[in-house]
């Protein structure tokens, strides 16, 4: 007879609720929630497939160590992680700790098991060379809400219920269901804001699938979103829409800003952002004119050469417009496992504080910019990247100038991937170590909660048992830790404690250190002082407890006198670089900008293995507006030469009339044909990889970031025949 088990999903940053018909260890169906308190029944196709990926033939359930041909051979797990520190340990003898590099993965803020032992992790590798798939999209918005905020996980959510006035910048929450906001169904989200009265503006350069829901678009020019915010902000100024006494009272160094502000040219502003200046005034006052508002931007705005003086601006509009901390404008969260409170412990948090080797671009929240590990790999000298772990990620799509990194994979002196499949980067690797699907593990949304419309907490069993001898990610990630000299969580006292407790008979997971949290985070039992809640309390609910709505005020910010910090020196630099050009984002004579896009059936580069997901005509297509198809010699189903800087290839050719004349899109996370042999379903729908044409020359002006918002490209129609390639 087969059990319903509830479970939030864990692709995405929505959380919405699934219950998993299981008999055994076989997943007989999966369905949307109708109990769950925030999906309400609500999933989305990947949410439906996420089954197949446990069934799934190709997915690896032994660790696998590769030949000399190429191939890989399963070997025993015990031998399997005495070689991965074997290989770590003796690049780090020969070279130095930061010979040795950490790339990690979209999927660790799903699992709070590998998220909580990660710093461990780093400490017993010792090196400074971390990065991950946060810096190619997520390190503006990360750093900052630490100059603001005084925490990287202090981030503002937009209150998109209560609002009367969304205005939506660079993101698609209809098809990502919110990308730092999770808040399932997103379009039924939008369409009640709409259906109450309230305005849905969305400033993108095409007409997304949540343009097509709003009351307004605005084809913005690609990497003009910190012109279109500070010349909102302007607008507001000059007509003294600006409560500068409100505006003190939650924030300090205004002034810092307002001339600087005052003294930007109007007109140069809408250039940059190719939108009116007249547009630009008008939305202003409608901004501030609504009875609440919200100003929301994501990967779009972050992915640009400014994201984060743009993410700032968004924030800032909001500060000004006293959207901030109220009701129906942005606000925070409190979350039952705070992880805003980690920015108080030496070293957790920060931007700047180290430097990469080669071009000194900053870390922030303890990674550096990805866009820089090819680089660190080719360039000699004491600290040149010799080996590499990775968790979880595929950095060879994922990164800008992805061939350029696949090349220097294979000249490693080792590699270790912690993953589930042989991809375009783990085919590079020496050992692959899989751990078990995570629905064999339970599961917590640690990062999500933080980014939630509604304060909940769900803690939830394992779907299905693990295999045997499988082990879940933070087992095998603390196993290498310990055999490089390290320990669970990177503090000697404390893992020393735990070894001890270990050989008494106790074993202590990151099961107890989120317990611990909970316990003592602001809804929690304080260890029985009080009532609330411990994980032994949320066991009592499967489908989880609802805390409340988020609440106004600025009780998140952890600054000393409770304000948004607004003059920082980083974001100071950033407006002072931008100001002198605002419209150098601006495509040359013959360019085209291109840009990506997210498909509902596309999760990064990690499930197109899933026959459902991938079904129907091809996805992976180059959509151009009508006009510029024409100005190139293209009709649909052409194939065309797309070349960048970096890179030459060919792509198939669909005309939209959704882009703005001027812009190109492709969506990123394909291009399977190197791992064909072992991904066979993604291998026959391999397409081309974005990144490809990305430049990781080029990377953004605070936080160093890969742009691949906007990247410029020429674009011609393919010879017949011809390979033209590059």
Not at 238 to 250: L, Y
Not at 364 to 381: F, I, K, N, R, S
Request: charged share 25%; hydrophobic share 40%.
């Amino acid at each position: 007879m087969p059990t319903i088990v509830p479970r939030n999903c864990h692709l995405c940053e929505a959380c919405c609720g699934l219950e998993l018909h299981v008999e055994g260890d076989k997943i007989l169906s999966v369905r949307p929630d109708k109990q769950h308190p925030q999906s309400k029944g609500y999933a989305c196709p990947k949410g439906i497939a996420i089954a197949d990926v446990h069934h799934d033939p190709d997915r690896l359930r032994r660790p696998m160590r590769r030949q000399g041909d190429g191939s890989f051979e399963p070997i025993a797990w015990e031998e399997a992680l005495d070689l991965a520190a074997e290989g770590l340990g003796a690049v780090r003898k020969r070279h130095g700790a930061d010979a040795v590099a950490l790339y990690v993965g979209n999927p660790v803020v799903h699992n709070y098991g590998a998220a909580l032992v990660r710093s461990g992790l780093m400490k017993a590798l010792g090196t400074k060379n971390a990065y991950s798939a946060g810096s190619q999209d997520t390190s503006p918005r990360f750093a900052t809400s630490f100059h603001l905020y005084g925490s990287s996980f202090a981030n503002p959510i937009p209150d998109v219920d209560r609002t009367d006035f969304f205005l939506c910048i660079g993101a698609n929450p209809v098809v990502s269901n919110g990308s730092a906001l999770t808040a399932p169904n997103m379009r039924a989200r939008l369409r009640a804001l709409r259906e109450r009265g309230g305005r849905l503006v969305v400033v993108d350069p095409r007409r997304s699938e949540t343009a097509r829901e709003a009351d307004e678009h605005l084809a913005i020019l690609p990497g003009g979103d910190a012109a279109l915010l500070f010349g909102m902000i302007r607008v507001l100024l000059e007509a003294g829409r600006v409560d500068r006494v409100a505006v003190d009272a939650v924030a300090a160094g205004f002034e810092a800003f307002e001339d600087r502000i005052r003294a930007l040219d109007p007109r140069a502003l809408a250039q940059a952002a190719g939108i009116p200046e007249a547009e630009i005034g008008r939305l202003a006052h409608e901004f501030a004119d609504a009875p609440t508002s919200v100003a929301y931007s994501r990967v779009g705005v972050c992915n640009s050469r400014f994201g984060t003086l743009a993410t700032f601006a968004g924030d800032l509009l909001n500060l000004v417009a006293g959207r901030l901390g109220q009701v129906g404008g942005a606000l925070f969260s409190t979350p039952a496992a705070d992880l805003c409170l980690l920015s108080k412990i030496p070293g957790m948090d920060g931007h700047g504080r180290f430097r990469t080797r080669v071009r000194g671009l900053p870390e922030t929240l303890g990674d550096l910019p990805a866009a820089c590990l090819a680089e660190e790999m080719e360039t000699p000298g004491e600290g040149q990247v010799r080996a590499l772990l990775t968790y979880a990620g595929n950095p060879v799509l994922s990164t800008p100038n992805g061939r350029r990194l696949a090349q220097n994979l294979e000249r490693l002196d080792f590699m270790v991937s912690v993953d589930l499949y042989v991809n375009e980067t783990t085919r590079h690797a020496d050992l692959i170590l899989p751990p078990a699907w995570a629905l064999a593990e339970d599961h917590y949304d640690l990062v999500f909660a933080t980014f939630g419309t509604r304060n909940v907490a769900h803690h939830m069993p394992p779907v299905v048992a693990k295999g045997q001898g499988e082990k879940e990610d933070w087992e095998i990630l603390v196993a290498i830790a310990e055999r490089l000299g390290g320990g669970m969580l990177g503090t000697p006292g404390i893992d020393g404690a735990l070894r001890l407790a270990r050989r008494a008979g106790f074993s202590v997971t990151p099961r107890h250190v989120l317990d611990w949290m909970i316990r003592s985070g602001p809804h929690g039992d304080r260890f029985g002082l009080r009532s609330g809640l411990s994980l032994a309390k949320l066991a009592e609910h499967p489908r989880g407890v609802d805390l409340g709505p988020l609440e106004p005020g600025m009780g998140r910010v952890l600054h000393r006198d409770r304000k948004a910090h607004l003059a920082s020196e980083a974001i100071l630099g950033g407006f002072d670089e931008w100001a002198q050009d605002p419209a150098a984002a601006a495509p040359g004579d013959g360019e085209l900008l291109l840009i990506g896009r997210r498909e509902l059936r596309t999760n990064n580069s990690w499930m197109h293995n899933v026959p459902a997901l991938v079904s129907g005509k091809p996805r992976c297509v180059l959509w151009i507006h009508p006009e510029d198809a024409e100005r190139a010699g293209l009709a649909d189903g052409d194939t065309a030469i797309l070349e960048s800087r970096v890179h030459r290839g060919a792509v198939p050719v669909a005309l939209n009339p959704d882009l703005r004349p001027g812009v190109v899109s492709l969506p990123h996370g394909w291009g399977h044909a190197e791992a064909a042999p072992w991904m066979k379903t993604a291998g026959a729908h391999a397409g081309v990889s974005y990144n490809d044409w990305a430049d990781d020359a080029v990377t953004e002006a605070v936080v160093g970031q890969s742009v691949l918002n906007g990247v410029p490209v020429r674009l011609r129609r393919a010879a017949t025949g011809a390979s033209e390639a590059a």
